[in-house]
Structure formats: structure tokens, C-alpha cells
């Protein structure tokens, strides 16, 4: 049964959880935005903790405390695109949140600390096909 996921991440653990809830995300480079030290992307999640149904639905995810944002392998005209969330990940070392995406795609986030919420809203809806990870 579907319920309604609301989480902060403040530290590293809190952010892998938020990862595994956020993976396969599907995000349109249309929908992120960095304004005012927050950095926020519109994601149409896979709910993967619901095991017996293949449901969707948005999630807001918004990254508090942002100074810089960058990105790599976009592309100027590629605002239509609909990017896959692989994963978020912290570097301790140069204090940057990484979103990786398909296709070699990062989104770098220079922040102070790690200070994340996401909310779902509107109902879920079916997927089509649950998300599929090749082997190599």
C-alpha cells in the first residue's frame, strides 16, 4: 500500500536513504531550478517500497543551503529533455552533493552542509514497467 513519503536528510546516511527512494527518478532538466541558495528539481518517482504494485508519482525534491550548481555533459537545447536519477552521493573531502543521472550526466551541488527534503504529492499512478539494472 501506497503512503505518501516526506524526509530531510542532514548527513550522509539520511542522503543514501533519500537515494534509494529517489533512484530512477525521472527529471525534467525543465523543472530544476536555483534560486535563493536552494536548488529544486520536480521528479516523477518510482515508488520502489511498494513491492506489489509498479506506481509513480511526483516528488519534490529541494536542496537547502546551495551556493554554486554545476553541471556536466548538458547540453544548451536540452531543456526538453527527461533525465534518470541514478543516485546522490557526498564528497566530505570537497563538500559537494552529486546527483548522477544516465548517461554520464552530474549535477554538482556546492553546499556548506547536507540539508534535503523531499515530499510526494498528488496520487501515484500505474508504471508502465518497473525500472530495470543491467549486470555487467
Not at 548527513?11 to 543514501?16: A, G, K
Not at 546551495?66 to 546522490?88: A, C, D, I, T, W
Not at 557526498?90 to 556546492?110: A, K, P, T, W
Request: negative net charge; charged residues 25%; aromatic residues 12%.
Amino acid at each position: 500500500m501506497y503512503t505518501a513519503l516526506k524526509l530531510k536528510a542532514v548527513d550522509v546516511e539520511d542522503l543514501r536513504i533519500c537515494s534509494s527512494y529517489l533512484q530512477d527518478s525521472l527529471c525534467p532538466v525543465s523543472s530544476m531550478e536555483f534560486s535563493d541558495s536552494c536548488f529544486s528539481i520536480l521528479a516523477n518517482r518510482f515508488c520502489w517500497e511498494v513491492e506489489s504494485s509498479l506506481l509513480r508519482v511526483h516528488c519534490g525534491v529541494l536542496f537547502h543551503g546551495v551556493h554554486s550548481v554545476y553541471k556536466r555533459n548538458f547540453h544548451q537545447k536540452g531543456h526538453e529533455r527527461v533525465l534518470n536519477l541514478l543516485m546522490l552521493s557526498h564528497n566530505e573531502d570537497d563538500g559537494f552533493v552529486r546527483l548522477l543521472f544516465s548517461g554520464d550526466r552530474e549535477i554538482r551541488l556546492e553546499c556548506e552542509d547536507i540539508c534535503l527534503y523531499m515530499k510526494d504529492f498528488d496520487n501515484p499512478w500505474p508504471a508502465r514497467r518497473r525500472p530495470l539494472h543491467y549486470v555487467a
